[in-house]
């Protein structure tokens, strides 16, 4: 696996960042707002990234026509940024579903739709396929519940509750 601890001060720049750009924009706005405000934000900190980085998906041997951009990448840090009332398992399964197709082995999930700007860092270790929730310190977390990547029930009352 891969050393996460290596990535800790990258890491804490982007989280910074992100909480520069909540602090001037506020909470609420769209996805594409802040996703370009991120993108400048970090070049302003000397940080390089890709906005909007096409990933290629292949089938078996099959290299398939779907493409999926991921929001933004630094180096080999994914960040999936969302603008919603509360992050649900849908997105924390696009952000894992993103690590697993690139083999990055680290993604932030960063939120711009509540109050208070909120944020998880994801790791992905290629030897086991998995994704799983790690700390500030990049130590994962041992009580966390990941079967919400397995189960959509718990999506399907927050939908019903939009209807």
């Known amino acids: 696996m891969t050393d996460l601890l290596s990535y800790s001060n990258l ?35 000397g940080i390089d990234n890709e906005r909007e980085k096409e990933i290629e998906i292949f089938y078996k041997h099959h290299h398939l026509d779907k493409k999926y951009k991921m929001d933004i990448v630094v180096g080999d840090i994914v960040v999936e940024l969302k603008s919603v009332t509360k992050l649900s ?57 990941y079967s919400f990547l397995l189960d959509s029930e718990e999506e399907d009352k927050d939908d019903s509750t939009l209807q």
């Open 89 to 145: 398992p849908s997105h924390r399964a696009q952000l894992c579903n993103y690590l697993r197709l690139t083999r990055k082995p680290l993604g932030l999930l960063i939120n711009f739709g509540e109050k208070h700007l909120v944020g998880e860092r994801w790791a992905y270790d290629e030897n086991t396929n998995e994704c799983f929730i790690v700390d500030r310190n990049m130590d994962p977390l041992s009580d966390a519940d």
């Open 11 to 45: 890491v804490y720049r982007i989280i910074g960042a992100a909480m520069e750009v909540h602090s001037k924009l506020n909470w609420g706005l769209l996805e594409p707002v802040y996703q370009e405000a991120m993108h400048l934000e970090l070049l302003d900190r």
